[in-house]
């Protein structure tokens, strides 16, 4: 599975968090909106008829 | 060669290719590249960086003098000038390392205030010409305001490295010569002690940025997104590069003593052995000789020496002290025509990354006019036991001028060396033995014995 992840978004994220307090209010914005998106797709799904679920085809 | 072959470290940039034939080098950009390209020199930075020679310099070449080979397929090409001879970062010593670090984060820190960024942050963007850093991709630098994509290479293959010498007194160029892109957060924050994690820019650096690094698994371009949505701008990469700059230029490295740095005081030349060797050697090296291969330079005495007569010098020594202070020596006070290298000749630099070819080794880069082997053979036959044969085979194989010196069974360093040695070996390192592997391959141009009596000064002609 390694081979398969994208190394560079931890380094994106943590060149912000020690770029200073800006940054840190840029990451805390980042995981504030990731977690309402996440909020939001929860109650659509929870909307939308059973059985449409993608399977997570992968290799 | 047929024509221009393209660089076989340049397929990574899908916007541009370098090729090279020995005589020019030119690199051909993308119609997303040359978009960049004019905006990038009208700026203030870049003009500015061109002229004090940080940049690689360069033009763009008109369509008559590119072969259709070269640009075929591609909407811009440029002219670069060609570098006396490419090393890498395992070749550098500390210093070296430093300062491509510091003209890397100069430059990004001057991109940024006139919204360019940099694509990548390796340490193979700087190349040394001489004593000078100069950085050479310029296909690195984009219009761009959010994070910096290259502040991951730049920690594995710039400041890791760094950070090791400096607390640790780890030996970088191992680390780097084993792996293209350098030290993984994850394994550096394994290399660091304890207390190295309150040293400034370490904490962040290092521990944050493994721990950040090993929990998200989103693609880096959606998370460059969403910061820069966020309010991720180009003032936070300045700042980060501030920091970055801070961090890097404060580091220092106190090497352990080395068994070289009092090689010159206890050297048991004569000043009469000494003039001599030197007149030898000159006579050697006339003016306008090429390139000059320096093995085993030492503290580089001969290097400088020759380098009013050379084109340019690569002096070479396996101890990384010793050419650090030769690397800050020439820096401080030139010639500007030596270039410095930390290389051990009996395991030289391999070919690396793809195919092996991407960095291509020590060897296939060296292509002499002349080469000095001053106070080698002895190292090279005893110390490393590789027979006396086969290094004057290895001297012939640069199919150059060679200035050998060959120090007698009984000289004080040969006898220091054979100490070393269980008794009974070596019992073929003779004078006999070294003539006549040289008298095979070999014209002997010259040939004179120091004044002390031990040593012995070959001029060879392939």
């Known amino acids: 599975m390694l081979a398969y992840l994208d190394a560079g978004s931890g380094s994106m994220i943590a060149q912000a968090v020690v770029a200073g307090l800006a940054g840190v209010a840029v990451v805390a914005r980042v995981g504030w909106r990731r977690m309402m998106s996440l909020f939001r797709r929860r109650r659509l799904e929870s909307e939308r008829p059973v059985g449409h679920e993608q399977s997570d085809a992968s290799c | 060669m047929d024509g221009l072959a393209r660089d076989p470290a340049s397929f990574r940039d899908p916007d541009g290719a370098v090729h090279d034939d020995g005589i020019q080098v030119l690199r051909t950009l993308s119609e997303r590249s040359a978009h960049d390209w004019a905006r990038l020199r009208d700026t203030q930075f870049f003009r500015a960086a061109l002229e004090e020679g940080r940049l690689v ?143 400034p820019g370490v904490f962040k650096h290092v521990v ?120 800050r020596l020439l820096r401080a006070n030139g010639p500007a025509n030596v270039l410095p290298l930390v290389i051990d000749l009996a395991d030289p630099s391999p070919g690396m990354g793809w195919r092996g070819r991407e960095r291509p080794s020590f060897c296939d880069r060296a292509r002499p006019e002349a080469v000095l082997a001053l106070a080698l053979v002895h190292h090279l036959a005893i110390g490393a036991s590789v027979p006396l044969d086969e290094v004057v085979a290895w001297l012939r194989s640069f199919d150059a001028r060679v200035v050998a010196e060959f120090p007698l069974p009984g000289d004080p360093f040969v006898e220091r060396l054979m100490a070393n040695k269980p008794t009974g070996t070596h019992t073929d390192y003779t004078l006999e033995t070294f003539e006549r592997a040289v008298a095979s391959r070999f014209a002997v141009r010259r040939r004179q014995a120091l004044p002390c009596g031990s040593r012995i000064l070959f001029e060879l002609t392939p």
């Open chain 2, 208 to 327: 944050l940025h493994a721990a950040m690094a090993g929990r998200m698994t989103e693609r880096s371009a959606r998370t460059k997104a969403e910061l820069q949505e966020a309010g991720f701008g180009a003032d936070l990469t300045a700042a980060l590069a501030r920091g970055l700059r801070k961090t890097v230029k404060k580091l220092v490295y106190r090497p352990p003593r080395s068994h070289w740095s009092d090689y010159h005081q206890i050297a048991i030349y004569g000043e009469d052995d000494r003039a001599a060797k030197e007149t030898f050697v000159r006579q050697a090296v006339p003016a306008r000789t090429g390139l000059v291969l320096d093995l085993g330079c030492n503290d580089g005495t001969y290097s400088v020496l020759i380098a009013d007569a050379a084109e340019y010098v690569v002096a070479v020594d396996s101890d990384p002290v010793v050419v650090d202070r030769l690397y």
């Open chain 2, 57 to 199: 310099a360069t033009e763009e070449a008109s369509a008559e003098t590119v072969p259709s080979s070269v640009s075929d397929g591609w909407a811009l090409t440029l002219r670069h000038e060609r570098l006396p001879f490419v090393s890498y970062p395992y070749e550098w010593t500390f210093s070296m390392l430093q300062d491509a670090a510091l003209i890397h984060l100069e430059l990004l820190s001057a991109a940024l205030n006139e919204g360019f960024s940099m694509k990548d942050g390796s340490a193979f963007n700087v190349q040394f010409k001489g004593s000078t850093p100069i950085f050479i991709d310029l296909g690195s630098f984009e219009p761009s305001v959010g994070p910096w994509a290259g502040y991951r290479q730049f920690c594995q293959t710039l400041l890791y490295p760094l950070l090791l010498a400096a607390h640790r007194g780890i030996d970088f160029r191992p680390l780097l010569r084993g792996r293209i892109e350098g030290i993984e957060p994850d394994q550096m924050q394994r290399l660091v002690g304890f207390r190295d994690r309150l040293r």
